[in-house]
């Protein structure tokens, strides 16, 4: 699951825009695309509204425990989070750390 974490929100929705509005094609588009240009097309009118919609941005973490609540709820009991941007992450390490691991665990996905 994708993540953009970073304490700026819209500096997390821009980083996402920029390196994943690809998201925004679903795989069905994205598995028929042959390469950099087409993906470049295909996700041109990806607006930074449609990456927030569908992409966690920020340092929100019932955001993050939503959004692998509805993984799990379709039946996957093992989950990868993708931090966008190597350069958020060693913050993101750190708070996902002391506020995002604690909050999972915590949370029930039954």
């Known amino acids: 699951m994708p ?3 970073d304490r700026d929100r819209d500096a997390a929705i821009d980083r996402a825009h920029e390196q994943f509005r690809w998201f925004g094609g679903g795989w069905k588009v994205n598995a028929e695309l ?3 240009a087409a993906f470049d097309a295909a996700s041109q009118f990806v607006t930074k509204d449609d990456i927030a919609d569908s992409i966690p941005c920020g340092d929100d973490v019932a ?5 692998v609540a509805d993984w799990a709820k379709a039946g996957f009991t093992h989950l990868a989070l993708c931090q966008i941007g190597g350069e958020a992450q060693p913050e993101f390490n750190e708070w996902a750390a002391a ?3 604690p909050a999972l665990r915590d ?3 039954a």
């Open 3 to 5: 993540v953009s974490f």
């Open 34 to 36: 042959p390469g950099p």
């Open 63 to 67: 955001a993050i425990v939503d959004g």
């Open 99 to 101: 506020e995002l691991l």
């Open 107 to 109: 949370a029930s996905f």
